[in-house]
């Protein structure tokens, strides 16, 4: 059977993620996975050569004439998570925030304003404040379903930038609206697709232009890489990010390349296993009496449901909880008792995490009530029942505390 067989475009999107990317046959066999290229230096046959590659680099063509530009290993990865994302072309980058970096700073110049969900990622605000204040840049925050998009948009607009769901509370965004009024007016559509992961969520379908992704997360799967990937819709779009990729010097490891290759060749099956014990998990949470309220938008009573219903095709291992008592306390005691979860600020591996949610960062998100410390949980890979009984003493260890202090 022909590669192209393999991974013809009318298979399921699951099908394809198995086999694109898959090194060729040579002499009639070869590997199952593509090999690990690391090169700082590419060599040519001659001049001629040189020069021809060069050229057709310089017009565009997926070709290295340098190891920065990253060889087979890294090719192979980026094809993958184009196919992911369904876009046109995706560059790789050394962590989701540098990907998010590298789409601010390639389109956006002095006295342009763009336009942040007011739920994103927290480090965006650093790049707001380190970055692009500094140059010049002008950056709103807003609340979708609460701001009208149009009398945002100014005529410096350049760029609409969101995360669905958002961050720490999972606020769904009504990414077709907000994408056709950004576009009426020639407004560039950028949105943080590391929660859905490309399978799950297809941003470039219903009106983005820029899908990112903090591979570091569900991509890789094991906590062993730090990678960002940022796919374009169109050829020239993609050309703009890549002048800056390639001006900032943006670059990653072929062996970070190949692990994030081998994660997403198993994205389908460790997605369905966290998604089935983060919905045991929320439903426990759901009807615990410690327990105020649970952000997740698989569940029925989640302000985001219907629009994740509509858009999303499943859900992941993150959920927050917000604390029946109202004590501040409450949070790390809860965390500190844990034995399962370990406390850790990423996500995205088979194991499963907590961590306190930092006051500061929730007060950011307008559809944040204060007044009680919360919880954000990543649900690992273990069995649902252990975790559930982890949680439970996490929840005792809080009443026992809580008694003895009051």
Do not use: C
């Not at 063509?61 to 994302?85: F, K, N, P, Q, W």
């Amino acid at each position: 059977m022909s590669q192209d067989s393999l991974s013809h475009d009318d298979a399921d999107l699951r099908t394809r993620l198995i086999h694109v990317g898959s090194p060729a046959l040579r002499d009639g066999a070869g590997p199952v996975n593509v090999p690990v290229v690391r090169t700082s230096t590419v060599r040519f046959a001659d001049s001629a050569a040189q020069q021809t590659l060069q050229a057709r680099r310089g017009a565009g063509e997926r070709v290295a004439t340098y190891g920065r530009h990253g060889l087979d290993t890294h090719a192979a990865l980026e094809s993958a998570i184009t196919t992911l994302e369904g876009g046109y072309r995706t560059l790789l980058a050394p962590s989701g925030l540098s990907a998010i970096s590298l789409v601010f700073l390639a389109l956006l110049k002095p006295g342009d304003h763009a336009l942040v969900s007011d739920s994103v990622y927290a480090p965006v605000r650093k790049v707001d404040q380190v970055l692009l204040q500094r140059q010049g840049i002008m950056v709103e925050y807003f609340t979708p379903g609460r701001d009208a998009l149009p009398d945002l948009l100014r005529p410096q607009t350049r760029l609409l930038y969101v995360e669905s769901p958002g961050s720490l509370l999972y606020e769904v965004l009504d990414l077709p609206a907000l994408a056709a009024h950004a576009r009426e007016r020639g407004v560039v559509v950028a949105i943080d697709n590391t929660w859905g992961a490309g399978l799950y969520h297809q941003p470039l379908a219903l009106g983005a232009n820029i899908s990112i992704q903090a591979a570091t997360k569900y991509l890789a799967g094991h906590s062993d890489v730090m990678m960002g990937s940022v796919t374009a819709d169109t050829p020239d779009l993609f050309d703009r990010l890549a002048a800056t990729h390639d001006a900032l010097g943006l670059s990653v490891g072929a062996d970070d390349a190949y692990l994030t290759l081998r994660g997403i060749r198993t994205l389908d099956v460790r997605l369905a296993r966290h998604q089935a014990n983060a919905t045991a998990v929320a439903a426990y949470l759901s009807a615990h009496s410690d327990v105020f309220q649970v952000y997740y938008p698989p569940l029925p009573q989640d302000p985001g449901h219907a629009l994740w219903k509509r858009d999303f095709s499943g859900a992941n291992g993150l959920l927050t909880f917000a604390f029946a008592q109202k004590d501040p306390r409450a949070a790390g005691v809860f965390v500190d008792a844990l034995r399962y979860f370990s406390i850790g600020a990423s996500w995205g591996g088979y194991e499963s995490l907590a961590l306190e949610a930092a006051p500061q960062r929730l007060a950011e998100h307008t559809g944040w009530r204060g007044g009680r410390s919360a919880v954000r949980l990543h649900v690992g890979l273990e069995h649902p029942d252990d975790l559930i009984a982890d949680l439970e003493r996490g929840f005792a260890a809080v009443r026992d505390r809580l008694r003895l202090t009051a």
